[in-house]
């Protein structure tokens, strides 16, 4: 069975991120509402209303009853190799 793109990028940090962020997910997305992001592996833009992949960053804290942060990334629809390439800088 093949990895997911999750399984692919889950865990690894960011090389413009403190290590204690990680890709959580990363899904297929569009929407139905005009505007545009920079892809974070390209640096092109992307239009938000075409086929783009959402990454999900999270930062666990480290207390119990402290929630963990999110924030989220843009990858162009044929970038992924460009995403495992940016990634690799950061480890």
Known sequence: MPESRTQR????SPPDRDDEW???????????RDGAAV?????ETVSLSEPHFY???VC???????????DHLV???GALGEL???????E
Do not use: H, I, Q
């Open 84 to 90: 495992d390439d940016w990634l690799e800088g950061g």
């Open 39 to 43: 892809c974070a592996a390209t640096g």
């Open 55 to 57: 990454v999900t960053l």
């Open 9 to 12: 990028f889950r865990g690894r």
């Open 75 to 77: 990858v162009a629809k």
């Open 22 to 32: 990680a890709v959580s997910t990363v899904a297929r997305r569009t929407t139905n």
């Open 60 to 70: 666990e804290s480290e207390y119990r009853f402290d929630p963990a942060e999110y």
